[in-house]
């Protein structure tokens, strides 16, 4: 089982997240790639850090809104998607690449996330970003989404994702931030959960019933309070069960 999580999310004097202590524990990083969050230099930082450390390394690509930290969904014609991923990905590989790394996959940001998870044209553009930069490239989805659809019907690689420290509608989806207990930030909660999700796949969803997410890779968010502690105890809980940690590209 692969542990993400979404890095390099500060922006000038803001401080997001402790990128550091995150990198020690995950074993792929999406790294914010300047449209929602993130700048050259944490950009540079957080790829010199990914590479030492032996980090699969992603770009995080997002709406362009450093204001509403790429949490707004933005009316945006589908080729400009295509051109401002493809333009994100180019961004992070650079700095990657200077690390002695590459980019190995994508993963959407916020609202972009939501939106192309459901919105077949949004979707066709944000994956014909990826494949314009390169068709080897994966595509972190949630599963069974119109963006992993379109992915597939692309021919990109297409890798499954679930996310330990939020909740989940009947349907599959992510509950919306603005509701009570769409973030999860109990530690004991959160590790079993995800040694849940890495086993059986089988969680309780919002409204209590039953829900099968079939996921490669598990996502902590690094802006979550208490961060580092959710993703400590979930390494803790995969490793004591026996699940080998690996990135999934």
């Known amino acids: 089982m692969d542990l993400n999580s979404d890095l390099g999310e500060g922006f000038g004097a803001w401080k997001m997240g402790d ?29 010199d850090r990914a590479a030492e450390r032996g980090v699969a390394i992603g770009a995080h690509v997002g709406y362009r809104d450093l204001a509403g930290f790429g949490r707004r969904a933005l009316d945006i014609a589908p080729e400009d998607l295509a051109d401002e991923v493809l333009y994100q990905i180019g961004a992070l590989d650079g700095f990657a690449r200077a690390a002695g790394s590459r980019v190995r996959y994508v993963k959407a940001h916020g609202a972009l996330y939501n939106t192309a998870a459901v919105e077949e044209e949004l979707a066709a553009a944000l994956v014909e970003g990826v494949r314009r930069y390169h068709d080897e490239l994966g595509l972190l989805c949630p599963p069974d989404s119109a963006m992993l659809h379109a992915a597939k019907a692309a021919g990109v690689p297409t890798y499954a994702e679930a996310f330990a420290d939020r909740a989940y509608t009947p349907e599959g989806r992510l ?12 530690a004991s909660e959160v590790a079993a959960r995800a040694l849940t999700m890495a086993t059986s796949g089988d969680i309780t969803d919002a409204e ?18 208490g961060a580092v502690e959710l993703a400590q105890q979930i390494r803790a809980s995969l490793t004591e069960a026996g699940v080998s940690l690996r990135a999934f590209v």
Do not use: Y
């Open 208 to 225: 209590g019933g039953q829900l099968t997410l079939r996921a490669d890779s598990l996502c902590v968010h690094g802006d979550t309070p």
């Open 19 to 47: 990128d550091d202590a995150m990198l020690d524990i995950v074993t792929s990083a999406n790294v914010a790639c300047g449209f929602h969050a993130g700048e050259a230099r944490v950009m540079r930082r957080v790829c």
């Open 175 to 186: 509950v919306s931030r603005k509701k009570p207990g769409a973030v999860l930030h109990d």
